[in-house]
């Protein structure tokens, strides 16, 4: 199973960018996918999980968004109105018979 994530950059504050995270080896319609960030310094944290029902993390609630092409294996996270407490490495991750995580894409939003 592999997950590789991408859409990462520099944008600024009030910014947008859209990562995306392209699956292979497993059935990826049969599972949810799950973002996770981790800021310089600081713990890793789930940002949004996309399953059978879509949930987010209180800080993005209302700017980001996850959605899922399963033709394209491939998970979205929109993200919008970009503050600087969003920069981090972003992951994407599925929990199957055991746990897989992808390479990470750095998002950095400048002020």
């Known amino acids: 199973v592999q997950l590789q994530a991408s859409g990462g950059g520099l944008v600024q504050a009030g910014g947008s960018l859209r990562l995306s995270c392209a699956v292979s080896?497993?059935?990826?319609?049969?599972?949810?996918v799950n973002w996770y960030r981790q800021a310089p310094g600081k713990e890793r944290e789930w940002v949004a999980s996309?399953?059978?029902?879509?949930h987010y993390a209180d800080s993005v609630k209302g700017r980001f968004a996850v959605s899922r092409d399963n033709a394209k294996s491939t998970v979205y996270l929109q993200m919008n109105s970009l503050n600087e407490e969003d920069t981090a490495v972003y992951y994407c991750?599925?929990?199957?018979?055991?746990?897989?995580w992808g390479q990470g894409t750095l998002v950095t939003v400048s002020s």
């Open positions: 996309s399953g059978g029902t879509i």
């Open positions: 991750n599925i929990r199957a018979t055991k746990e897989y």
């Open positions: 080896g497993i059935t990826f319609r049969l599972y949810g």
